[in-house]
């Protein structure tokens, strides 16, 4: 029952931690390209082969 005390910060801080990059991508506009990858999937720039 000890290492509860110890696991449940632990659990709390990681957590909030991982909120709290979610809400930076967040306002860093990482999630604001709804049309580029749909745009992205049907152009033939990308091949199987590397270009060389």
Do not use: H, T
């Not at 005390?5 to 909120?19: A, D, M, Q, R």
């Not at 709290?20 to 199987?48: C, I, K, N, V």
């Amino acid at each position: 029952m000890n290492v509860l005390v110890y696991l449940i910060p632990v659990s709390l801080i990681l957590g909030g931690l991982g909120l709290a990059a979610f809400f930076w991508a967040l306002r860093s506009r990482q999630f604001d390209d709804p049309d580029g990858d749909s745009q992205r999937f049907l152009a033939d720039d990308y091949d199987d082969e590397p270009k060389g």
